[in-house]
């Protein structure tokens, strides 16, 4: 019974260092989200996707970020270039046609 | 875009005692509402969600309200536990046919007192 998947569970970068994170979306699901959290505060939506397509990236800042979930494997959230203000926990959810929306354990990026 | 608001931040009460957390939302389009329940450095558990079409719903010791009109929903623990502690997080959303992005509260971190 396996739930949403993410990985790494902790990266630490460096500033100026790429950052990936990968999500594994629950079983018949095809719709993905990715939050970020910063700590003691509440969850920011990132972006929507569906297979192949971006569907929402209203919540993603414009530079730095991107996002794919490609036909095949994992969706990813890639940061370029990390600044210590990209230190959070990123979630990720998925659903399917329904409306809930089933959250992964997080990844926590530390920049140093 | 929307706008949700979530009071109060801390709540406090003893053990065997009701809970009530309220949010308000700002976009009228919205049609869904579901809460978490966050424990220290897990991920949020989706425990109940309510659609627009229903003024209530109710799972054991969980019921949640909502007024479209006054536009803000509220989550009822009753009979508190000591497990119940944890930070409780309203969010809310236009969906059909598959969910867009949730706005979440501020988060309401609840203290069972034994």
């Known amino acids: 019974n396996a739930g949403v998947m993410q990985n790494p569970r902790h990266l630490v970068r460096r500033r100026g260092q790429e950052a990936r994170l990968r999500c594994s979306p629950m079983?018949?699901?095809?719709?993905v989200y990715w939050y970020r959290q910063l700590p003691e505060e509440g969850l920011k939506f990132m972006v929507y996707?569906?297979?192949?397509?971006?569907?929402?990236e209203s919540g993603m800042p414009k530079e730095r970020f991107s996002a794919e979930f490609p036909k095949e494997g994992p969706s990813i959230l890639r940061i370029q270039q990390v600044v210590r203000g990209d230190s959070a926990a990123y979630f990720c959810a998925s659903s399917g046609p329904a409306y809930e929306q089933y959250f992964g354990p997080g990844t926590r990026l530390t920049v140093t | 875009g929307e706008n949700v608001e979530q009071h109060p931040s801390t709540l406090s009460v003893q053990e065997g005692d009701s809970a009530v957390i309220k949010c308000t939302y700002s976009d009228s389009a919205s049609n869904y509402f579901p809460w978490y329940k966050q424990e220290l450095g897990k991920r949020p558990q989706l425990i109940i969600d309510?659609?627009?079409?229903?003024g209530e719903k109710k799972d054991q010791r969980i019921a949640v309200t909502l007024n479209k009109t006054a536009k803000h929903f509220s989550l009822h623990i009753t009979e508190t536990q000591p497990e119940d502690s944890a930070v409780y997080f309203c969010?809310?959303?236009?969906?059909?046919?598959?969910?867009?992005?949730?706005?979440f509260g501020k988060g309401t971190h609840l203290i069972i007192q034994p």
């Open positions: 969010a809310a959303s236009i969906s059909g046919g598959g969910a867009d992005g949730l706005t």
């Open positions: 309510i659609r627009s079409n229903v």
């Open positions: 079983k018949g699901h095809s719709h």
């Open positions: 996707l569906q297979k192949e397509n971006i569907i929402d």
